[in-house]
């Protein structure tokens, strides 16, 4: 059974960080692309950064230079690295393994970690 279970959501102030987690098992990440996406409240998920199984990285505009995702194959988790957070950017974070050529459409997804930027 496959499992993605996303952690390091809360509340921080604009301009603050935070750290998501997401640990897997059933798959190993190494092998998929994986992918972070985020909903804002009322609007449809929208991904935020990949990384290829090639180790690619792709971010979407809004994000570049303040997120930056990453992969430790040995613990089978991928990660989101959260700088200059905008009140926009609160919503639910959903880590996901599957095609990023496929917009991760029939991919693998967790249930999602709230972040809340306050101003």
């Known amino acids: 059974q496959v499992q993605l279970v996303e952690s390091g959501g809360g509340s921080v102030q604009t301009g603050g960080s935070l750290r998501l987690s997401c640990v897997v098992s059933?798959?190993?990440?190494?092998?998929?692309?994986m992918g972070w996406f985020h909903q804002a409240p009322g609007k449809q998920r929208e991904m935020v950064a990949a990384?290829?199984?090639?180790?690619?990285?792709k971010y979407a505009e809004s994000v570049k230079g303040r997120f930056t995702m990453s992969r430790d194959n040995a613990k089978n988790s991928v990660y989101l690295q959260m700088n200059s957070l905008k009140p926009e950017e609160t919503g639910v974070y959903y880590c996901?393994?599957?095609?990023?050529?496929?917009?991760?459409?029939?991919?693998?997804w967790g249930q999602g970690t709230q972040v809340t930027v306050f101003e």
């Open positions: 059933g798959i190993e990440v190494r092998l998929y692309d």
């Open positions: 996901t393994a599957g095609l990023v050529q496929l917009g991760f459409r029939g991919a693998h």
């Open positions: 990384i290829t199984s090639a180790n690619v990285t």
